[in-house]
Every structure is written in C-alpha cells, then in structure tokens.
C-alpha cells in the first residue's frame, strides 16, 4: 500500500469517528469517557480533540483497580497535562476493603467487582447519558456485533437480542429510562489502523507496548492477568511489521476472556466494556 | 482525501492498478433466506482465504464438542450463545479481512423475518451484497424480502450464490432453474445480479477453491467475484451537502461542525442554509492540531467559521447558492416499515433526515406492498415488513433532495416513540396547501420567518450610542433576512408621545407606551429594538415584565458622563447646562445604571462594531435556544 494510500484509508477512519463523537455531543445532555489509558483510549483522545477543535468539552473517567502496572500511572499523569483533560478517578473501595483481587478471585469476578461495578457508580453518580467507549469490532465476536451507539438498561445490561437499526447515519438518539447509550467511534478500526494512525499523528502511548528483553504487551489490563507476548518490536514501526505478519489475536494474552466458553459475552452483557 | 484516488499514484494511471484498490475497505453484506447458509458461508471464507487468527476453529470445534453439538463453520460468526443453541444468526456480525487485491468488511445479516431490522442495519452501510439462495429448497421469502429491501436501501451492485449444491447432486438443471426464476424477479425491482454462482459453502465449493463436481462452472470463485465489485462513485463531484452537526463556541470562535456528505466546501465560498435561507461566506477551517486543511471534501467532517456571524442551527443544510436543496413540509416517499406497530396515518412520528429531526404525519397512505410476494394489500395502515408509498407532511420546512437527484440528502428514517423503526426515499416534492385554518400562530409565523421574535432594549444617557448601536444592528438582522424593526425613543417623542414632558410620572408613562409599541411589533414576529434613555430602574422592570412572553435582553449603553457631554451631538447637554431644558438625565435628573443587564457596552471602550457584536452573539444565543420551538 502507498503511503497515500495509506494516509486515505486513515482519514476515513478518522474523519467517520469525528462525526460520530459529533453526534454523540449533540445528541445527549451529559457525556463521559472512559479512559483506560491503552492505545485505542489515547486514540479516542486524540480524536475528540480534533472533533472539539482542540479541546476535549466533557470529563474523562478512570475506573482504577488498583492493579494498573505503575506506569500507567505515570502515564496518566503525563497525558492528563499534554491534553487538558478534566479526570475522574473511582475506585471499588468497598470491593478491595471486601478483599476482592487476583490473589483469591477469579478473573471474571474481579474484573466484574473492580471495573463493572465502580462504573455503573459513577453514571449513577453523575447521570451520564452517554458513554464514548474504544470498543473495536475486530477484537472480539460479540464486539463484531455492535452499533455505533448502543443502548444500555438502568442496570447498564445491553440487549443484544434486540439492537436498534441504525441506517443512512441515524443512530439511537436517547438513553432508555435510566441508562445510557454506549457511544463506540473506534468499532470499524483493526489493531492495525491504531497503530498505523499513532504513528501518523504522533500520539503519546505507555511504552509498555514496546519490546523489553524480547517481550511487550499488545493489550493492557490489569497486571495480575495481563501477559506479554513473545516479540522483538521495540518501536512503532516494528508493531505495525509484526502486526502485518500475526495470526495471534490481540486479546490473547487478557486472561478474563477465555476462562470458559463465551466468557466474554457473559461479562459484557452485564456492562463491561 | 476529497482527490479523486485514481491521481494519487502514477503507476494506476492505465489499467487501474491494484494499489488504487487497496486505498478503501469494501463493504459487503451477505443476505437471503434463513438457513440458506449464510454465516457457514462466511465462517467457510474466512477459512479458505486463511484469515482467522490462530487456533480458532480449533477453539469452536472444541467449544461444540464439550457442549455435544457439531462443528458449523457458522460459529465463527454466531457468538452468542442464544445464536448457536438455536442455530440462527440474530444479528449482524461485521468481519475484517484482505484478498491480495483489498481489504473487505464482511457483514453476516440474520435470515429470519424477526431480525429483519437487522439485516437493514447490515445492508445499509453495505456497497455491495452477496445473497444466497438454498438450491434444495429454492427462492423463498427473505429471499425476495431482502432483494426488495436491498434495492430501496441503495445497494445496486448483487451477485447470488446458489448454496448447498451438493444436496441437489451439483445439478446444474436446478440451478439454471433457479437462476430463471429469480433474474425475473429481481428484474421487477429494477435489479440485476451480476452473476450467479453455485456453491456448496459447508465443503469450501467455489469460494476460492474451484469445485470438482461443478466443473461445468466456467464463471468466477466467490473471492473473484469479490474482488471484482466496484467501489460506489466519490460524491466529491455533486454540489455540497453539508448538515450541521453542531455549532461550537468553546472560545471566541463560533464554529459550524459537520460533515460533508455531497461535494466540497473551501474558504471564500459563499454558502446558503437551509431551511432560513441565510447567506454567509466560509472564512477559516479551524483544524486542530493544524494546519487547517484547504477543503473539506466529501466523507470529511468539516469545522469552519463564517465571515458573517448568521443565524445557524443543527439540522440546517448547507449548501453553494446556485445548487441548492429544495425546502418545503410535504413529499412523496416509499418507506420500509420495520415497526411492531402498524404505520398510521395522521399519527405523529418524527422524521429523522441527516441532522434534521422534525414531527411529521403520514398524510395519505397510496399504495402498501408486500415485499415477499410483490403482492399489494388493502390496509388502511401499513403492517411491519411491507413497503408503503405515502404522502409525509413535516411539521416545519426541511432541506431535502429527491432520491433519485441526490440519495444521501433523499432518504430518511422514522422514528416512533424514540425508536427507529422504518426508512424511506424521497419520489417527489409537493407544494403544501396554502390555506390553512384559524388565526395565525405565533409558532406560523417564527416558522416562516425562520426566527423566534425577540425585544432588545437599549438603555443609557443621551449621547451613549444607543441609536447608533441599534441602527447598525438593524443594519446587520436586516441584511441577514431577519424581521427586524427599531422604536426610538425620539421618534415616539414627535407624535405618540407628544403629551408627554420628562417629569417622573411622565417618563414612566413613555416607558410604558414604548413597552407596548414594542409588545405588538414582536407579537408580530418582530425582532424589536427600542433605543429609549428609561433612566429609572422601576420603569423598566415593569417593561421587561409587560414583555414577559418574549425573549428580553437589556442592554446597557454605558460611558461617562463626561464623554456624553463632550459627544453632545444634538447639542442637549449645552442646553441643559445653560438651564434651558429642565429635568436633564445625568444632568437634572438620575439615571439609575441597570445592575445585571444582560449585555453591558462601554462605548468609551469598544468600536461601534464590537459593540454590535455584542448585541448580536446574545441575540444568537436566544434564538438558538429558541429555535427548538418553532414547530407549528
Ligand atoms: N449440505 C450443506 N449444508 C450446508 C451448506 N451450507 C450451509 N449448510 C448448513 O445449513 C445450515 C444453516 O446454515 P447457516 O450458515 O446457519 O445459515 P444462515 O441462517 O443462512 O446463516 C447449517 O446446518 C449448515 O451446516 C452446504 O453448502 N451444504
Ligand atoms: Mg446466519
């Protein structure tokens, strides 16, 4: 592919997940984004920039599980100051003080206990109607099934039996009774295009993604349940090289998913991401 | 990105190079009957064209054999577990993946009825569909029923995959048959498949690989068939259609956000918009992190400020002066009905179309079909899953395009009861009865007027620059097509008011005549400016009171006393030092400063067009809040 080429099929991406963010903003009366501080999260920022002319006009929101790898925090800190970002941070006090963690939970309770949980929270607290998530359609078969906005209950449970249609750019335009709408401008990018655009655009990400002692991460999560992946690629360019080749899928090393059959669909039927 | 691709690179130049195709992901949706074998023929070419991730069919296979159900290459596409418990897709799954020539988005849409809403959501984003007819069991309803959807929804290019050919020992008779009887079919809708190629998805027959017992098929594979779909034509070239999304003041700028869905747009053109008619001239793109792009061509989401700061919402459609879209409230449409509850006529929906989003009735049902059979039915309201040609009449004027001129500003959905529930296409444009019955509304006349009335009120000493102020933005509402009028104190000095002197009770007694004057001009639909010194605080509480029902914004014309009197244009101030005017504001007599006007002009300070600025952006803002409200 040319670099033009290249450049086109980014920009489409990017400029489709502009107007979605655009919709999303003038559709709802209170919008938040959760920030995971990963590459999609940090593309998400870089998106709503460009959609807000420069500068994000809601609150980003940190679910943190106290299991974060240590520079992510510092990351945080760092990204929060180049972008301007107006931060919520929760965390499932309750939950940890109940001694729930890797130590002696299983993944799906954990990851329900200090993420789903704290989250449903923080729209209660805040009476966000609409949620602006970096889901893409690629990464997971229920995922693949998803619309740019998605309802979700009071009890923040998306109903995949039944979706709203969503045609010739009109999308669900209120939040049921109570719950929001999951707004998902990342759903028709691939882990290839995130990177492919971070490099374009310059966008600061952790380092965790690149090569130490012949290992990197390629999704991050919680560090108990997080597992690098056998690679040499220490740079971008490298990524998008080894991305090109793989036939390993991104979530492998994100041990919540494959405990059981379907696991993914049961975690996220109840609000996870 | 608006260039045309074929310039991008030299060596495409004479055969359309396969570099060129790579530029753009082809969306292709896969349709017909349930059951035919759509998901397993997806799941098979992903298989054959080595595109699943490592492990995975080993994955499912293992999957199915824990739970004691037989591997279907379906699986890979039916995640949920309600779908591979009941073997039916229930809805669309979108898959990734590249030929040698492009990358694709496959779109597996459910076949059963039920889902039928889903499948519109897959077809529509779709440039191209595949639809699979079952050779054992023949044309059915779905697949008529998406044929027709199929060809409302826009997607002209389709090839049809006769299945399961093993099951009719690869009989190259049934499907000749086959191919017979849904060519005429397909002909009906004004459609034509491209090809017809026989399949047998479960074992991998013709997708990519060639099959053995159909050797008598000397047509394309299905990946060949794939990659020889053709991009839909770049819209770049039509005249510009531009909803806007929204408009953003963050900062000083007013920034109008959208995105361009026909045409292009650059700085220095000038632009009308739609319904109002208001002109304005592009000045900047506000790219971030910059440098502003040059032009915004279509498929780009555009941010750009005017050189005049009109009167602008969402849902208005931009457009150049010489191509623009129609306007008017009443259209004939043909609508896909996708509702639990039948279509009513004179029921209130509301008819979403681009950014615009107004009430609307179906005035006149004319003709209902059913899409399985083509057959009409006589219903007096349309039933779910049939297709309807009606009359809509939209509560106020919108933008719109006729289908066939322009499709992406020609279609709509309908909304019902906060849900999505049925689309249609634009056929014709009709002119709206003229007459009406009652008294005229105040709701008729903002909406012809394209703006709610408002007063503003000029208060300050003599010599402030309330009439130069008020005159100048009469000036600019004038020349945007604004109802404008202005009431100046003076003017209703020489005859209304000419009984009137400037003792207390008399200046009370002005104040409340200006109120009214000024109470009737916006009960008219005004935009009323009264330009009137009210030097005390009372009386003009009690003008904004008796104007109550209208948008009220005070403005405060404020400088020194010394610099009124040093302006002293009409010679005042010398007068009343000499004595010779009795009962002078500022001079002889008080003048109460307002304390929350709601804009505050020091004229000792700013330009005379800084301060019409002013008056103007906090007019902006009351009528774009107001502009909700003129649903009539
Ligand atoms: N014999 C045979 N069976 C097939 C073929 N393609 C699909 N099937 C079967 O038809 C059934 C329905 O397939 P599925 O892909 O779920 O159909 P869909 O509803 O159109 O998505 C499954 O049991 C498949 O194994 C084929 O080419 N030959
Ligand atoms: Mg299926």
Redesign the pocket.
């Given at each position: 592919m040319s670099r033009n080429a290249q450049n086109d099929h980014l920009t489409r991406l990017e400029q489709t997940s502009i107007h979605i963010f655009r919709e999303a903003f003038a559709n709802f009366r209170s919008v938040c984004m959760p920030w995971s501080m990963g590459k999609d999260s940090n593309v998400l920022i870089w998106l709503a920039r460009k959609a807000f002319c420069g500068k994000i006009p809601f609150p980003l929101l940190h679910i943190d599980t106290t299991y974060e790898f240590p520079e992510m925090y510092e990351f945080r800190e760092k990204a929060k100051a180049i972008h301007g970002i107006d931060l919520i941070v929760r965390v499932n006090e309750d939950a940890i003080r109940r001694g729930i963690g890797y130590a002696t939970h299983d993944p799906v309770t954990v990851t329900h206990e200090l993420k789903t949980v704290p989250l449903k929270a923080a729209i209660d607290e805040f009476k966000w109607d609409a949620l602006v998530t970096g889901i893409r359609r690629d990464e997971d078969p229920t995922r693949a099934k998803e619309r740019w906005f998605s309802p979700r209950s009071a009890e923040g449970v998306w109903d995949y039996k039944d979706q709203p249609p969503e045609f010739w750019g009109q999308f669900a335009s209120t939040a049921p009774e109570g719950g929001h709408v999951r707004v998902q401008p990342l759903l028709e990018w691939t882990e290839l295009d995130i990177w492919e655009y971070i490099r374009r655009e310059n966008i600061p990400n952790p380092t965790l993604y690149f090569a130490r002692n012949g290992k990197r991460f390629r999704s991050l999560g919680c560090h108990p349940i997080t597992h690098p992946v056998d690679s040499p690629a220490s740079n971008i360019d490298e990524i998008i090289e080894e991305l090109k080749q793989t036939r390993v899928s991104e979530r492998a090393g994100r041990a919540q998913d494959h405990v059981g059959r379907n696991a993914m669909q049961a975690l996220r039927a109840k609000g996870f991401m | 990105m608006s260039a045309p691709s074929a310039n991008l690179s030299p060596q495409t130049s004479k055969s359309g190079s396969t570099d060129i195709e790579d530029l753009r992901k082809m969306h292709v949706v896969v349709v017909?009957?349930?059951?035919?074998?759509?998901?397993?023929?997806v799941?098979r070419l992903l298989h054959d064209t080595d595109s699943l991730p490592n492990g995975k069919i080993e994955q499912v296979r293992r999957n199915c054999a824990a739970e004691g159900m037989?591997f279907?290459?379906?699986f890979l596409l039916?995640a949920l577990l309600e779908e591979q418990e009941q073997?039916?897709?229930i809805d669309t799954t979108r898959i990734f993946f590249r030929t040698q020539k492009r990358a694709y988005a496959i779109i597996?849409a459910?076949?059963?009825k039920e889902f039928l809403k889903n499948m519109v959501t897959g077809a529509a984003s779709a440039s191209a569909a595949l639809l699979?007819i079952?050779a054992s069991e023949g044309v059915m309803d779905q697949s008529r029923r998406h044929a027709f959807l199929l060809s409302l929804l826009g997607v002209k290019q389709l090839v049809v995959l006769v299945?399961?050919?093993?099951?009719v020992k690869y009989d190259q008779a049934t499907y000749e048959k086959i191919k017979t009887e849904y060519t005429a079919f397909l002909k009906s809708l004004g459609l034509t498949a491209v090809d017809f190629i026989p399949?047998?998805?479960?074992?991998g027959?013709n997708i990519v690989n060639r099959s053995q017992p159909m050797s008598w098929w000397k047509g394309p594979t299905v990946a060949e068939a794939l990659d020889n779909f053709r991009h839909e034509d770049d819209l770049t070239g039509l005249p510009l259609r531009l909803p806007i999304s929204d408009i953003y003041r963050f900062d000083h700028r007013r920034i109008i956000a959208g995105r361009v869905e026909a045409g292009a747009i650059r700085p220095g053109e000038e632009l009308i918009f739609q319904p109002g008619g208001r002109r304005s001239t592009v000045r900047t793109f506000e790219d971030w992190p910059g440098p502003s792009r040059e032009v915004a061509g279509t498929g780009d989401s555009a941010n750009f400020t005017l050189t005049e700061q009109i009167f602008a919402e969402r849902g208005q459609v931009v457009s150049h002066i010489h191509n623009q879209p129609r306007v008017g409230r009443e259209f004939r449409a043909r609508i896909f009905w996708l509702g639990k509850e039948p279509l009513q006529t004179n029921k209130t929906y509301r008819l979403r179309l681009l950014t615009q989003n107004v009430e609307a009735v179906v005035a006149k049902v004319e003709k209902i079909t059913d899409a399985a059979t083509l057959e009409s039915i006589q219903a007096t309201s349309v039933p779910r899953d049939s297709i309807c040609e009606v009359t809509i009449r939209a509560a106020r004027p919108i933008a719109f395009d006729l289908h066939h001129e322009c499709a992406i500003t020609g279609r709509f959905a309908v909304e019902d009861a906060g849900r999505i529930n049925g689309g249609g296409i634009i056929l014709e444009a009709r002119t709206e009865k003229t007459t009406r019955e009652g008294k005229v509304t105040s709701a008729e006349r903002a909406a012809r007027a394209g703006h709610a009335p408002a007063v503003i009120w000029f208060t300050g000493l003599s010599g402030s620059g309330k009439s130069t102020i008020a005159e100048n933005v009469e000036r600019r509402l004038f020349d945007a097509g604004r109802q404008v009028v202005r009431v100046d104190g003076d003017d209703l000095r020489t005859a209304l008011n000419r009984d009137l002197g400037f003792s207390a009770a008399d200046r009370a007694e002005s104040v409340r005549r200006a109120s009214a004057v000024a109470g009737l001009f916006a009960n008219a639909g005004k935009i009323t400016l009264v330009t009137l010194i009210a030097p005390l605080a009372a009386d003009r509480a009690k003008a904004r009171a008796a104007l109550a029902n209208h948008p009220f914004i005070e403005v405060f014309v404020d400088a020194p006393l010394e610099i009124c009197e040093s302006r002293d244009v009409k010679g005042l101030y010398a007068k009343a030092r000499r004595g010779e005017i009795a009962e002078f504001t500022g001079i002889t007599s008080p003048y109460e400063a307002p304390e929350s006007p709601e804009v505050h002009i020091r004229t000792d300070k700013v330009s005379t067009d800084e301060a019409v600025k002013l008056v103007l952006d906090a007019l902006d803002k009351i009528q774009e809040s107001k502009a909700e409200d003129w649903e009539v």
């Open positions: - | 017909g009957h349930v059951d035919h074998g759509k998901s397993t023929f799941g037989d279907e290459y379906a039916d073997n039916i897709t597996d459910p076949g059963h699979l079952d299945n399961k050919m093993d099951l399949i047998a998805a479960k074992h027959e």
